[in-house]
């Protein structure tokens, strides 16, 4: 495994973290609660997200010095263990220099029937209405490795990258993305998602109360817009028979 690899975090409180031999640093200063879903993109959330991840490398670096490369990681993947040493298993077997982020997906409620959605569509758009079991073979690449403009906050790269660029605030935005985006915008440097490293979250509050007829009608809406309506009855019978 590349050596000098230190975990950083961003959150509202200290987080627990299970992995000895990896130093962790969690940020909890400056700390303000914005909606998660849907994601709210103005460039105040941007901003403040990017001077806290820059805020707590900074502060990672002070207690860290030798530190040669960052696993940034969102509190909600905290306790996934071996996707953190699956993600870093891999960028350490990958001899060229690369942003390198696990896949993150949750269970969406508000359609019929359940599905595993990605989460993180604004940072990473190549992922847009691809399956969960999706697996891409590119030449030259790792099996299940691909090409993104971004990747989300489950993420390993080289110390330079951000002392080098840094989060901040891409243009144009939002088309450009998030502060990641802004990271991974690093001139000289590759960025990746492998879909051999796939992390599940929790799905929001926001949706995962749906009630069936919320859930029908977001389907129906969905469909129609595909030209692929169906009559409202045969989700009836669906739910009446042997849906799975």
């Known amino acids: 495994m590349k050596g000098n690899i230190v975990a950083v975090c961003i959150s509202g409180k200290q987080e627990a973290w299970s992995i000895s031999e990896i130093p962790f640093y969690c940020h909890t200063e400056g700390f303000k609660d914005f909606p998660h879903y849907p994601p709210v993109k103005t460039r105040e959330r941007v901003h403040y997200l990017a001077?806290?991840?820059?805020?707590?490398?900074?502060?990672?670096?002070?207690?860290?010095?030798?530190?040669?490369?960052?696993?940034?990681?969102d509190s909600y993947y905290l306790t996934s263990v071996h996707e953190i040493r699956h993600l870093l298993e891999e960028y350490s077997d990958y001899d060229?220099?690369?942003?390198?982020?696990?896949t993150n997906w949750f269970p969406d409620y508000s359609r019929v029937p359940l599905?595993?959605?990605?989460?993180?569509?604004?940072?990473?758009?190549e992922m847009k209405g691809r399956k969960y079991d999706y697996y891409p073979r590119h030449e030259g690449l790792p099996e299940g490795w691909e090409s993104v403009r971004g990747c989300g906050g489950f993420t390993v790269y080289p110390r330079w990258v951000w002392e080098q660029r840094g989060y901040g605030v891409p243009e144009p935005f939002p088309e450009a993305g998030n502060?990641?985006?802004?990271l991974c915008q690093c001139p000289g440097?590759?960025?990746?998602?492998?879909?051999?490293?796939?992390?599940?979250?929790e799905t929001p509050k926001e949706i995962v109360n749906r009630s069936m007829i919320n859930r029908l009608r977001t389907t129906l809406k969905v469909r129609t817009r595909l030209g692929l309506k169906r009559?409202?009855?045969?989700?009836?019978?669906?739910?009446?028979?042997?849906s799975r």
């Open 96 to 102: 060229v220099e690369c942003i390198l982020g696990a």
């Open 231 to 242: 009559p409202l009855s045969s989700y009836g019978s669906e739910k009446r028979g042997d």
């Open 179 to 182: 502060e990641v985006n802004y």
């Open 51 to 73: 001077t806290r991840r820059n805020m707590a490398h900074r502060r990672a670096l002070e207690l860290n010095p030798n530190t040669e490369h960052f696993l940034s990681i």
């Open 189 to 201: 440097i590759p960025s990746y998602v492998t879909l051999n490293v796939k992390a599940l979250r």
């Open 115 to 125: 599905k595993l959605r990605y989460w993180d569509i604004w940072a990473t758009p």
